[in-house]
């Protein structure tokens, strides 16, 4: 591997939101030894910016019908299979890899939808498993807040705005009163899966990333290659001079379900296949500079190079889950 190499680990979810719910003390020595030797620079991000920072480049309707094989100029807006149940003051709003959705299911869904809709002429396209594509004759001109701002609530806050929200809003319920109870649903059911039986819709979103191989396991990243379990795997792919970043969203899905047990054990995972595996790499000067990123109100961007002299006076407190 290149001594010239640039590695930029993007982790959305990294630092854990829930205030109230207290977390176990960390014994993530690799990570503190990262953090010791880094520079922080704070860069509050929300994660509908953060993902467009780094997972794609210009529209992503573009990219997905591109990758469909589709027309490019034909309307489309993003549609996201959602599973929705109500609570005492808002709507859990559940999506992404937490529906166990296959491909299968997504066909069979869409299927179902463009039987529904096909008056109207709406076509349904799986581009990922949870995460769809929807032409339509005629723009759709609406706004809505992201799904990746959600945080699974809904609440009557949340609603799209805009010329054609009215239809949008109709159509969402419409879609509830097919789905719920679906025999596709209530195989989902007897298989252990919750229910999709909801549609979330947005519009297109421009994404500024800046062209660097991206390696990630997110539905969003149309164009990367797939995630590496460790560092040594991706090691062995590299070979020549380049900067490379690595988009992983596992924290989020233990961050947005209040999963402490699961954030715990996804920092034990990283601190032995990667901060570990990157401490040696930086030491043996495998790598020339390695970033740490991260969302959120106290996000930014940990540099970390390795030192000529250990940094003995930077005597930072142990990772709380909470700073980086």
């Excluded at 309307?75 to 299968?104: D, V």
């Excluded at 790598?287 to 940990?302: K, M, R, S, V």
Aim: glycine share 4%; with cysteine.
């Amino acid at each position: 591997m290149s001594a010239n190499l640039q590695l930029t680990l993007a982790l959305p979810g990294l630092l854990w939101p829930h205030r109230e719910i207290s977390l176990p003390a960390f014994h993530l020595s690799a990570l503190d030894k990262l953090r010791q030797w880094g520079k922080f620079h704070p860069r509050p991000s929300s994660r509908e910016h953060f993902y467009r920072q780094y997972l794609w480049q210009g529209s992503w309707l573009k990219l997905a019908q591109s990758q469909l094989d589709l027309l490019q100029h034909q309307p489309s807006i993003i549609a996201i299979p959602t599973s929705q149940q109500a609570g005492l003051h808002h709507i859990h709003c559940r999506s992404g890899r937490a529906l166990a959705l296959t491909q299968a299911e997504a066909e069979n869904f869409c299927r179902v939808l463009n039987e529904w809709f096909a008056q109207e002429n709406w076509l349904f396209h799986v581009v990922q498993p949870d995460l769809w594509l929807l032409t339509t004759p005629q723009a759709l001109q609406f706004n809505a807040p992201s799904v990746l701002e959600l945080n699974n609530l809904l609440d009557d806050t949340v609603k799209p705005i805009g010329r054609d929200a009215p239809r949008i809003l109709k159509y969402q319920t419409e879609l509830q009163m097919l789905l719920h109870q679906h025999p596709l649903n209530q195989t989902r059911c007897v298989n252990g899966k919750i229910p999709i039986n909801a549609i979330w819709f947005e519009p297109d979103m421009i994404g500024n990333a800046d062209g660097r191989e991206l390696y990630s396991n997110c539905s969003w990243a149309n164009a990367a290659k797939p995630f590496p379990p460790d560092y040594a795997s991706l090691s062995a792919q590299i070979n020549t001079q380049k900067s490379v970043v690595l988009f992983s969203d596992d924290f989020c899905h233990a961050a947005i379900q209040a999963d402490s047990i699961a954030y715990q054990h996804l920092l034990q995972h990283w601190e032995q296949h990667w901060w570990q595996p990157l401490i040696h790499a930086l030491k043996c000067c495998q790598i020339q500079q390695l970033n740490i990123c991260t969302d959120g109100a106290l996000g930014g961007l940990l540099s970390v190079r390795k030192p000529l002299i250990s940094p003995f006076w930077r005597n930072k407190a142990s990772f709380n889950g909470m700073m980086l």
